[in-house]
């Protein structure tokens, strides 16, 4: 367990911050958490105080130049626990197309400006949040969680999975190309349950199988998206940093 008024920490690297309004969102509940804690960073509440070792890190946003990547390290030295929270930081924004430098891109950048990479390419993450943003209740069962010691366990089922808890219509049989099949659950599949076809913003599930649901898709004659074939050497890869 950590020990009392652990020292906490809550940074931001290249992102909107979506995933640090969820926290504000918490309102009074936030606020009770955080005066369990010693906040030692969190710019949007309070200043830095002097630099001192943390017992847990959350980072939000991804590592888009070398500035981020000396900062994370350094965060990752100085903390115990390490947390990546949303997309940005758990897989870089992969599964939003935020890759700045494909020139295919719908923004079409002049330039490339940005490769946008997860914090895990560079230093070891303890726990991920996935979602885009977070889910509020999610980072605060997490972090309560982590304040007693207790170990996190991530989502072991996809967002197919809620949809058939909630007793949702499949989008796919609608002909719809939605990703529920292959994407992490928890997010109680809060897009398909209003007729919108999953994205992915929470990234591959552990048993993701993208040569089946193209299958599927190809089935129920719904055009295959090009970027499932992006998906698989995504997943080969994040696979293989894991």
């Known amino acids: 367990m950590i020990n009392k008024k652990p020292k906490v920490g809550i940074f931001s690297l290249a992102s909107c ?15 009770d958490l955080l005066s369990k ?22 980072i939000e946003g991804c590592i888009t130049s070398e500035k981020d990547v000396k900062k994370v390290k350094e965060l990752r030295e100085n903390s115990k626990i390490l947390v990546a929270l949303g997309e940005c930081a758990c897989t870089g924004g992969k599964f939003l197309v935020k890759d700045f430098k494909n020139h295919e891109n719908p923004l079409q950048l002049k330039e490339a400006l940005v490769n946008a990479q997860p914090l895990d390419q560079y230093v070891t993450v303890d726990y991920y ?28 089922y996809n967002v197919c999975a809620e949809c058939i808890l909630h007793e949702k219509a499949c989008l796919i049989e609608a002909g719809l190309p939605c990703l529920g099949p292959i994407i ?8 398909p349950s209003v007729g919108k076809e999953c994205i992915g913003c929470r990234g591959l599930a552990e048993d993701a199988n993208i040569d089946s649901l193209i299958e599927i898709f190809q089935k129920h004659k719904i055009e295959v998206p090009s970027f499932l074939k992006h998906l698989q050497k995504l997943q080969k890869s994040e696979v293989e940093r894991r």
């Open 17 to 31: 911050e979506g995933c640090i309004v969820q926290i504000l969102n918490l309102e009074d509940q936030i606020l």
């Open 37 to 58: 804690v010693d906040i030692v960073d969190f710019r949007v509440l309070k200043e830095e105080k002097e630099k001192a070792p943390l017992d847990i890190a959350f």
């Open 129 to 156: 949040l996935y979602g885009c943003p977070i889910d509020k209740n999610e980072f605060l069962e997490l972090f309560k969680n982590l304040l007693i010691g207790k170990t996190p366990r991530p989502k072991s």
């Open 184 to 191: 992490r659950g928890g997010c109680n599949a809060i897009c």
